[in-house]
C-alpha cells in the first residue's frame, strides 16, 4: 500500500503546476477561455513539448506513461489551473484510435501527441441525455466507403478541431448496444457543419450536423458495429480525466474559500470564526477528500482485466465528483458571499466549471443508475 | 501509488481469517450478526481467546504483551474481526487505559494493571463525561481531595460520572477528577484509579431509547482512594485524557462494521419484497442503498491513506476526525436502510428476543426484531467520542487553521 505517486509523476506535476502558474494566470486563462478560439493552440502545443499529451499514452502508442494515475495528477493539475485546451478530447480520441485504429490510423497517435493535431470527442446527441448506446446518426454503405447524416451535441472546440472520431448507427435500433460505429472525420469534410458556441464554464463548443457526408472505407475505427466496447474504454478515460480534474478545481475552490475566510472580517471579527461557516468548511474538506479517494480508485481500477469492476469504479467515480463538485461550487460561493458573485474573481470560474463537469460524460443521477445496474450483473 | 497490501500483509490477513475461522465461536458471532445483546461472559469468552494468541492489547508494544502490529496490521486485524462478526474488544482497559498507563504510568502501576487487564482481572470503564461536563469535558466537577492519616497517603472523591458504558460489569474505573479548583479548567484535573467495590460507589443503570441497558451512572460519595492511584503527575489528568482520546480514535472510521452491516443489509434488501420483486430493485431504494455504498468505497480509502500517513508508528491527528464524522454517518445511514428494510415489521419490539433464552415466536422475519433498536441505538455514535460537531471543531482549528 502506497500513496504516494512516483518521482516522474511527481516531477510531471510540478512542472505543469509552475507552466500554469507562469503562462496561466487567471487573466491570461480568462482572455484565453472567452477569445475567438475558445483556447490558445500556442498554449496547447506549449503543453506538448512539456510531454503533458505523452503523459496520457503508453510507450507502445508513442507516449510514456498512459497509466490511471498518469491521466490523474495531469488533469489535476489541469483543474487547478482551470485550463480550457483540449486535452479531454486528445486522451478520449487517443484512446480509441489505440485501442481500435489500423496501423495507418494509429499514425495520427503521433500528431495527437505532439499537439499538432486537435481531436475531439463526437458521441453525445441531442436526445440521449448521457445514455451511451442513444445512436440516431446513420451511416450506410456507398461503394467503398460510407454516407453520415445526423448530428452530434455540444462537441467540446469542435470549430477548432483537426479531427472528429464520430459514432454512428450501422444496424440496430436506436437504443442498441451493438450496430454502433466508430468514424474518423477530418474538419472541413464536405457534408458537415459546425456551429459554435461559448460554454458557461470557458472555452467553445460546438454543433456538428452530417448532411449526407461523405467518408472513405478508411474512415471507419475498427469492426463495423462493434464500436461500443471503443467508447466505452474512451468514455473511461475521459471520465476518469473529469474526475482528477474535478478534484484540481476543488483543492483550488477550497484554498480560496479558506482564504477568503481567513481575511474577511464582519461585525469587528474575521468571518472565519463564526462555527456556522468553520463547520462547513469542515464539511467541504470532508467531501473533498472522499472525492480524492474516489479518483484513487478509478485511476486504480481503469486498467484492470474485471470490466464490471471497473466501469464501477469510473462511475462510482463520476457520481461522487459530480455530487461534491456542485457541493463545492455552491459552498464556495455562498461563503464568499457577494464577491463570490462577480466575473472578475477567479472563484466563481471555478464553481463553473466544477459543476459543468456534470454535464459531461453522464451526470450525477446518470452514474448512480449505471453504477447500479453494473452491481446487478455482478449478482446475476 | 499502489492500494494493494504487500505479499506479507496478504499472509497476516490469511493467518487472521484461518485464526477466526479456527477460534471465533459461531455462538458468539451469531449472537453479533443477528443483533442480540452480548452477555458479560461472552465479551470475557472472546477476551480469553485473543489473549491466548496473544492478540488482545493489540495497541501495546512487545515488551508489555502487544504483538507489536504495524498500523496496517491492526487495520486489517479489525476489518477482518468486524467481517467474520466477533465481538468487539471492550476498549476501556485494553485500547484506552492500557496505552496510558504504558505512557504516564509508574513500573509499579504498570506491573500491577497491565497484566490484569490482559487476563481479564479487571473489567475497566470510563469515567470521563458528567452530568455538566459532556463535550466540554474539561468542566468536570467530581473532585478529589488529597490527605495523609493513619491509612496513608490517599484521596476522597465525591461526585458523579455518568455515561458509564458496561459500567454495571466493572470492578474498576479510571476517571478525571477535578484536584485543585482555583487552577484554569484543563490545569486543575487529575487521572486516577478507582476501585469500584469502595464504599461509596454507586452505580445507577440508564436504559437508552432502545430499552437497553448500556451506559450507566456513577456516584462516589466520600470515597477513599490511596493516593498510588494516581496516574502521571497531579494536575496534570489533561494530558492524559488528550493521549486516550487519540487512541480511542484509531479505529473510529469502522470500515468494517460497516462494510459487514452492508453486506447484510444487501442479503435482506434481496429477501424482502415489494409488490413481489426484492426490494433492492426498487429504484428508491436502490439509489440510496448505491449512495451509501461508493460513500463506504471512498471512506475505505480514505481510511487507509490516513494509515498510510501513520505507517511509520504515529498516532492519527486531526484526520480521525474526518474519519470518526463520516464513518459514523455511514454506520448509521446502514441501520437506517435496514430499518426502512423491514417496511411494518419495524415496529413490533420483542425486547427479550434480543438475549439469550428467547425461544418464543418473533413477529416478521428474524432479522427484524433488531433492526430498529440498532437504528436508534446507533444515533449515539454521532454523540460519543467526541461529537461530529466537536471533530469538525477540531478539523476547523487543527487542519483549515481558523
Redesign the interface.
Known amino acids: 500500500?502506497?500513496?504516494?505517486?512516483?518521482e516522474d509523476r511527481r516531477m510531471l506535476a510540478d512542472s505543469l503546476n509552475r507552466f500554469i502558474a507562469e503562462q496561466y494566470a487567471f487573466d491570461a486563462r480568462d482572455r484565453i477561455a472567452k477569445s475567438e478560439h475558445g483556447f490558445s493552440k500556442e498554449i496547447f502545443q506549449q503543453f506538448a513539448e512539456l510531454g503533458v499529451i505523452g503523459a496520457l499514452f503508453s510507450e507502445a502508442d508513442g507516449g510514456f506513461g498512459g497509466g490511471g494515475?498518469d491521466i490523474a495528477v495531469v488533469f489535476e493539475a489541469l483543474g487547478r489551473g482551470l485550463v480550457v485546451e483540449p486535452l479531454l478530447g486528445a486522451v478520449m480520441v487517443g484512446e480509441a484510435l489505440s485501442a481500435a485504429g489500423s496501423d495507418a490510423q494509429k499514425q495520427k497517435l503521433g500528431d495527437i501527441i505532439n499537439g499538432a493535431l486537435v481531436a475531439a470527442f463526437a458521441h453525445d446527441e441531442a436526445g440521449a441525455h448521457y445514455e451511451r448506446t442513444h445512436v440516431a446518426t446513420r451511416a450506410e454503405r456507398s461503394g467503398d466507403g460510407w454516407v453520415i447524416h445526423g448530428a452530434k451535441a455540444v462537441v467540446p472546440q469542435g470549430e477548432r478541431a483537426d479531427l472528429f472520431l464520430v459514432s454512428a448507427r450501422t444496424s440496430g435500433k436506436l437504443d442498441d448496444e451493438a450496430g454502433i460505429s466508430l468514424f474518423l472525420v477530418t474538419a472541413k469534410t464536405p457534408g458537415l457543419t459546425v456551429r459554435g458556441c461559448p460554454a458557461i464554464d470557458g472555452g467553445r463548443v460546438a454543433e456538428l450536423a452530417f448532411d449526407g457526408m461523405k467518408l472513405g472505407a478508411d474512415a471507419l475505427l475498427g469492426t463495423e458495429g462493434q464500436g461500443h466496447a471503443t467508447l466505452e474504454r474512451a468514455i473511461g478515460r475521459g471520465v476518469l480525466a473529469l474526475c482528477a480534474e474535478s478534484v484540481g478545481a476543488m483543492e483550488a475552490a477550497k484554498t480560496a474559500t479558506?482564504e477568503y475566510?481567513?481575511t474577511r472580517k464582519q461585525f469587528g471579527t474575521l468571518i472565519?470564526?463564526f462555527?456556522a461557516?468553520?463547520?462547513r468548511?469542515?464539511?467541504l474538506?470532508?467531501e473533498i477528500?472522499?472525492?480524492?479517494?474516489?479518483v484513487?480508485?478509478a485511476?486504480?481500477a481503469i486498467d484492470g482485466a474485471d470490466r464490471v469492476a471497473r466501469e464501477r469504479?469510473l462511475s462510482?467515480a463520476k457520481?461522487?465528483i459530480g455530487r461534491i463538485g456542485a457541493l463545492v461550487a455552491e459552498e464556495s460561493i455562498q461563503m464568499h458571499g457577494g464577491i463570490g458573485m462577480t466575473w472578475e474573481l477567479p472563484l466563481p470560474h471555478y464553481a463553473k466549471r466544477l459543476v459543468m463537469i456534470d454535464h459531461q460524460l453522464g451526470d450525477e443521477d446518470h452514474h448512480?443508475?449505471r453504477?447500479?445496474a453494473l452491481?446487478k450483473e455482478v449478482a446475476a | 501509488m499502489d492500494l494493494n497490501f504487500t505479499p506479507e500483509e496478504e499472509a497476516f490477513r490469511a493467518e487472521v481469517r484461518a485464526f477466526l475461522a479456527d477460534k471465533l465461536p459461531a455462538r458468539l458471532s451469531a449472537k453479533v450478526s443477528s443483533g442480540k445483546i452480548l452477555a458479560k461472559a461472552d465479551m470475557e469468552e472472546w477476551h480469553a481467546i485473543l489473549n491466548e494468541r496473544g492478540w488482545l492489547a493489540n495497541h501495546w508494544p512487545e515488551q508489555y504483551g502487544g504483538p507489536g502490529w504495524t498500523a496496517v496490521e491492526k487495520f486489517i486485524f479489525e476489518h477482518e474481526c468486524a467481517l467474520a462478526f466477533a465481538p468487539r474488544i471492550v476498549p476501556f482497559g485494553v485500547n484506552m487505559l492500557g496505552p496510558v498507563l504504558i505512557k504516564y504510568g509508574n513500573e509499579a502501576q504498570k506491573r500491577h494493571w497491565l497484566p490484569r487487564i490482559l487476563n481479564g482481572d479487571d473489567w475497566w470503564c470510563q469515567g470521563y463525561s458528567e452530568p455538566g461536563a459532556g463535550s466540554d469535558l474539561a468542566a468536570v466537577k467530581t473532585s478529589a481531595v488529597r490527605g495523609i492519616d493513619a491509612q496513608g497517603d490517599h484521596y476522597i472523591v465525591n461526585g458523579q460520572k455518568t455515561w458509564t458504558t458496561l459500567g454495571q460489569h466493572a470492578n474498576m474505573i479510571f476517571c478525571l477528577v477535578r484536584t485543585n479548583r482555583e487552577a484554569k479548567k484543563q490545569e486543575g484535573i487529575s487521572f486516577l484509579l478507582i476501585d469500584m467495590t469502595s464504599p461509596g460507589v454507586e452505580v445507577r443503570p440508564i436504559i437508552t431509547l432502545d430499552g437497553e441497558h448500556e451506559v450507566n451512572e456513577v456516584f462516589f460519595s466520600d470515597v477513599r482512594v490511596p493516593a498510588e492511584n494516581l496516574v502521571g503527575e497531579e494536575n496534570k489528568g489533561w494530558t492524559c485524557a488528550k493521549y486516550l482520546l487519540t487512541y480511542e480514535r484509531t479505529n473510529i472510521a469502522g470500515v468494517g462494521f460497516s462494510v459487514a452491516a452492508l453486506e447484510q443489509l444487501k442479503r435482506i434488501a434481496a429477501a424482502q419484497t415489494k409488490n413481489g420483486k426484492p426490494l433492492a430493485d426498487d429504484p428508491a431504494f436502490a439509489a440510496r442503498l448505491a449512495r451509501v455504498e461508493i460513500d463506504l468505497e471512498n471512506m475505505k480509502t480514505t481510511n487507509l491513506r490516513v494509515i498510510a500517513a501513520v505507517a511509520g508508528g504515529g498516532v492519527p491527528g486531526a484526520e480521525s476526525s474526518m474519519l470518526k464524522i463520516r464513518g459514523t454517518e455511514i454506520r448509521q445511514e446502514i441501520s437506517s436502510l435496514a430499518r426502512r428494510a423491514m417496511g411494518v415489521y419495524g415496529r413490533p419490539f420483542i425486547e427479550e428476543a434480543l438475549h439469550d433464552g428467547f425461544d418464543g415466536e418473533t413477529f416478521g422475519p428474524a432479522y427484524a426484531s433488531a433492526a430498529a433498536a440498532r437504528y436508534f441505538n446507533n444515533r449515539k455514535l454521532s454523540i460519543f467520542g467526541g461529537s461530529n460537531e466537536i471533530q469538525k471543531n477540531i478539523i476547523s482549528k487543527m487542519i483549515l487553521g481558523l
Open positions: 500500500m502506497n500513496f504516494e505517486h512516483t494515475f479558506l475566510l481567513r472565519g470564526s462555527q461557516l468553520q463547520h468548511m469542515a464539511d474538506l470532508l477528500e472522499q472525492a480524492r479517494s474516489a484513487i480508485n485511476a486504480a469504479a462510482a457520481f461522487s448512480l443508475q453504477y447500479i452491481g
